[in-house]
């Protein structure tokens, strides 16, 4: 152990400066290399981040005009469905007057074989 302090002690300058040699590269590599990529990686991020919200808010645009599309379309085809509503409730109507004046006519039909056997000459 004494060997390697001593070796330490008697090689302190060259250690010394190998350490700062050593120590000026990663300084001119962090502000050289590695701080240039960060600042690039943090400008990257930026663009994808408005990407993002562009995105976002093209697809709610997007959902906000489909939703409106589809409700014009509900309302029509509610439009429709009372039409026809209305319509069922018309031929049902009409039905009834049908049965109504068949009824009528049924009865027309039997007054008048009535009438004319009232009306026939007694044999």
């Known amino acids: 152990m004494r ?6 002690q008697d090689n302190a300058g060259p250690i010394t400066a190998t350490l700062a040699v050593l120590g000026g590269f990663a300084a001119i590599i962090q502000f050289s290399v590695v701080r240039p990529m960060q600042q690039g990686f943090t400008a990257v991020n930026q663009r994808i981040d ?3 919200r562009y995105i976002d808010q093209r697809f709610d ?3 906000r005009s489909i939703n409106q599309r589809f409700d014009a379309v509900n309302q029509r085809f509610d439009a429709q469905d009372r039409r026809v509503e209305d319509l069922v409730r018309d031929v049902s109507e009409l039905r009834k007057l049908n049965d109504r004046v068949i009824r009528n006519e049924t009865r ?3 007054l008048a074989e009535q009438l004319q056997t009232a009306d026939a000459p007694a044999p």
């Open 3 to 8: 060997k390697i302090w001593r070796w330490t």
């Open 50 to 52: 408005d990407q993002i």
């Open 61 to 63: 645009d997007q959902d």
């Open 108 to 110: 027309i039909d039997i």
